[in-house]
């Protein structure tokens, strides 16, 4: 029997890969857990109308990421900080503050958990933030930070 996986099986193969199994292993393993089905012509027909349309969603996706990307690079942020002693900046800047500066000053909704920040930003000075928008698309916010 011809079955075409809707899911990973770990003995067996990955999602979209159709593979031979046992009579029995398929009627009453595979099909009745939906790990698969039958691998006839009508089926093949939507799975690759599903896969044409994936395709489809994922490429508008790419588009959209791509465009919001050129937004944001064209942008810019400035946050205030409190000065400690010898210049330095009392505190840090977070994700967290970083997207609400985002939101007031240049009206862009960016998720915090987008923001790739490996330390806080503890200088004052022009900073350039690495936000992940897309699997391939990584856009540069620059963050201004000044004395208060």
Same mark, same amino acid.
């Given at each position: 029997?011809?079955?075409?996986?809707?899911?990973?099986?770990?003995?067996?193969?990955?999602?979209?890969?159709?593979?031979?199994v046992?009579?029995?292993?398929?009627?009453?393993?595979?099909?009745?857990?939906k790990?698969?089905?039958?691998?006839?012509a009508?089926?093949?027909? &939507? @799975?690759?109308?599903? !896969?044409?349309? %994936?395709? #489809?969603?994922? $490429?508008? &996706? @790419?588009?959209?990421? !791509?465009?919001? %990307?050129? #937004?944001?690079? $064209?942008?810019?942020?400035?946050?205030?900080?409190?000065?400690?002693?010898?210049?330095? $900046?009392?505190?840090?800047?977070?994700?967290?503050?970083i997207?609400?500066?985002?939101?007031?000053?240049?009206?862009?909704?960016?998720?915090?958990?987008?923001?790739?920040?490996?330390d806080?930003?503890?200088?004052?000075?022009?900073?350039?933030?690495?936000?992940?928008?897309?699997k391939?698309?990584?856009?540069?916010?620059?963050?201004?930070?000044?004395?208060?």
């Amino acid at each position: 029997m011809d079955i075409v996986l809707l899911q990973d099986v770990k003995s067996l193969g990955k999602k979209g890969q159709i593979v031979k199994v046992n009579d029995g292993y398929g009627r009453n393993y595979i099909l009745p857990k939906k790990l698969g089905i039958e691998a006839t012509a009508r089926n093949l027909n &939507e @799975l690759k109308l599903q !896969k044409a349309n %994936a395709e #489809k969603v994922a $490429a508008q &996706e @790419l588009a959209d990421a !791509k465009e919001l %990307a050129s #937004k944001i690079e $064209a942008a810019s942020v400035t946050l205030k900080m409190k000065a400690g002693v010898s210049g330095r $900046a009392f505190g840090s800047v977070s994700s967290k503050e970083i997207a609400v500066a985002a939101r007031e000053q240049i009206g862009m909704e960016i998720d915090k958990k987008k923001l790739v920040l490996p330390d806080p930003i503890k200088t004052f000075g022009t900073h350039e933030v690495p936000l992940k928008l897309h699997k391939d698309v990584t856009a540069k916010l620059k963050v201004n930070v000044v004395e208060e």
